[in-house]
C-alpha cells in the first residue's frame, strides 16, 4: 500500500498527514515475534519501484526469522543484508541512507542496545529528511526508551476479520495501531484493516477510544473513496 493512500486515509479519520518530508519512525511490536510489524511497514512505503535496503541484527533474523514480503511486488529490488550486533546495523542504516536513489531504509534491532540511544536515532532521522528517504525502525523486544523518532508505533495482531465468502476462512488482516508519540500527528490508537482488493489500510478508532458512533462508518466510505 501507498503511503500517500495511508496519509489520506489517516487525515480523513483525525490524523493530519505529514508535511515534512519522509524521516525515521519506528514500530514495537506487541510480541517480539510478530509480523505485523512488518506487514504494517510495507503498507506505509511510498509506491515507488526503488529498492529497498532492510537490514536486520542476529537475534531478529533468529528469533522472528527473514520478513516475508510477498505482495511488494517482483519489480522492486529488495537488499537484504544480514548482521550480527545492533550498531552495525545502524551504521548500514545511516550509510544507506546517503543513496538517495532507495525507496526506503528498513532495520530491525533486538532488545535495547546501548548502542540505539538518542544521538543514533537522531542522525539516522536526520540523514532520512536530508535525502528524503523513508527510514523505519523495528524494535523487537525493545522498550520505548528516549528517540528522535518523529513517529512511534505500537502494533499488535489482531484476529482477521470475518471473510466475506466463508465463515472458516480467515478475512482481512487487522492490527491494533498505537501512535503514542508523534510530531507530525496527533497521537491515538485505532484498529487497522487491510483491504487486499482495494490495497489500502482502513482506520476505525480503538473502543478503548471512545465507542464507535454512527458516523464512523460512513467516515471510514468517505476516507476510502
Not at 9 to 16: I, M, N, Y
Not at 37 to 61: C, E, M
Request: charged share 25%; net charge positive; glycine share 6%.
Amino acid at each position: 500500500m501507498s503511503s500517500l493512500r495511508m496519509h489520506k486515509t489517516l487525515a480523513g479519520q483525525g490524523v493530519r498527514p505529514a508535511t515534512m518530508p519522509h524521516t525515521l519512525s519506528e514500530v514495537f511490536p506487541a510480541h517480539p515475534t510478530d509480523a505485523s510489524a512488518v506487514g504494517f511497514v510495507l503498507s506505509r512505503l511510498p509506491r515507488t519501484n526503488a529498492p529497498i535496503l532492510w537490514v536486520q541484527d542476529r537475534l531478529s533474523r533468529k528469533e522472528a526469522g527473514r520478513p516475508a514480503l510477498v505482495g511488494i511486488g517482483v519489480d522492486r529490488p529488495v537488499i537484504i543484508v544480514d548482521l550480527s550486533r545492533a550498531a552495525d546495523v545502524l551504521w548500514a542504516m545511516e550509510d544507506g541512507l546517503r543513496c538517495r536513489a532507495l525507496g526506503a531504509v528498513i532495520g530491525e534491532v533486538w532488545g535495547d542496545p546501548p548502542s540505539l540511544d538518542f544521538t543514533a536515532t537522531k542522525r539516522l532521522a536526520l540523514r532520512a529528511e536530508a535525502a528524503n528517504v523513508a527510514c523505519w525502525l523495528i524494535r523487537r523486544a525493545a522498550s520505548p526508551d528516549l528517540s528522535a523518532a518523529r513517529d512511534r508505533w505500537r502494533i499488535a495482531s489482531l484476529l482477521s476479520a470475518p471473510h466475506p465468502h466463508d465463515a472458516q476462512a480467515p478475512g482481512s488482516p487487522r492490527w491494533a495501531l498505537d501512535l503514542f508519540r508523534s510530531r507530525r500527528s496527533k497521537p491515538g490508537q485505532w484498529v487497522a484493516t487491510y483491504d487486499r482488493a482495494a490495497d489500502r489500510v482502513h482506520l476505525a478508532p480503538s473502543a478503548r477510544d471512545r465507542a464507535v458512533e454512527p458516523r464512523d462508518g460512513a467516515l471510514r466510505e468517505r476516507a476510502a473513496g
